[in-house]
Nanobody, 122 residues
Framework: QVQLVESGGGLVQAGGSLRLSCAAS????????MGWFRQAPGKEREFAAA????????YYADSVKGRFTISRDNAKKTVALQMNSLKPEDTAVYYC???????????????WGQGTQVTVSS
């Protein structure tokens, strides 16, 4: 059974930082691409960041590039999203997801966590 559990969300003021973590029970975690997506109220779920199985390749949405950093620890089966210089428009539910191959769209990811709320106040 695949399980992805996010943690670390919360309320922060604009300009602040948060670190999201995702613990995975995916048996093939070491070979999986891991991604972070987010969904604001009334909007579609959108890509934020992805990291390859080795950690050697990362990719970010333009909206978060330079402010967010994705990382992974294959030994611990965790993936993290360090979010700095947060803006009110970053407010959303953030989801961790895994994919068998490299991808940056919702449709390319097979398993999803339940999400964690991030709220950035102005």
């Amino acid at each position: 059974q695949v399980q992805l559990v996010e943690s670390g969300g919360g309320l922060v003021q604009a300009g602040g930082s948060l670190r999201l973590s995702c613990a995975a029970s995916v048996r093939t975690f070491r070979s999986a691409t891991m991604g972070w997506f987010r969904q604001a109220p009334g909007k579609e779920r959108e890509f934020a960041a992805a990291i390859s199985w080795s950690g050697g390749r990362t990719y970010y949405a333009d909206s978060v590039k330079g402010r967010f950093t994705i990382s992974r620890d294959n030994a611990k089966k965790t993936v993290a999203l360090q979010m700095n210089s947060l803006k009110p428009e970053d407010t959303a539910v953030y989801y961790c997801a895994s994919a068998r191959n490299w991808g940056t769209t919702v449709y390319e990811y097979d398993y999803w966590g339940q999400g964690t709320q991030v709220t950035v106040s102005s």
